[in-house]
Nanobody, 123 residues
């Protein structure tokens, strides 16, 4: 059973930065971290959960990242397959980025979620 544990959330002033981490465990020799597409979602109070950033499973071409329009140019998703960890570097944070951020790991057969980490952007 794959488990995802997010960390790195907290309170930051507008314009500040945070780096979220999602440590994944529970993989096997045939079900490896590199096979999973990894994503960060967020959910603000009273709103639906939305996709923030995603990075594909690792192929011969590497991994490709995609971003929601609202975070393009400010957030960067990356993965360290040796550490089974995905990161979300968040710069130039805005109050509207305030939300619980969730890590997701997905293949055709599996779909896993972390417990979330709170990010609050406020002065």
């Amino acid at each position: 059973q794959v488990q995802l544990v997010e960390s790195g959330g907290g309170l930051v002033q507008p314009g500040g930065s945070l780096r979220l981490s999602c440590a994944a465990s529970g993989f096997t020799i045939t079900n490896t971290f590199s096979r999973y597409a990894m994503s960060w979602y967020r959910q603000a109070p009273g709103k639906e959960r939305e996709l923030v950033a995603a990075i594909t499973a690792v192929t011969l071409m590497g991994a490709v990242a995609n971003y929601a329009d609202s975070v393009k140019g400010r957030f960067t998703i990356s993965r360290d397959n040796a550490k089974n960890t995905v990161y979300l570097q968040m710069n130039s944070l805005k109050p509207e980025d305030t939300a619980v951020y969730y890590c997701n790991a997905k293949t055709f057969a599996y779909n896993y979620w972390g417990q979330g980490t709170q990010v609050t952007v406020s002065s």
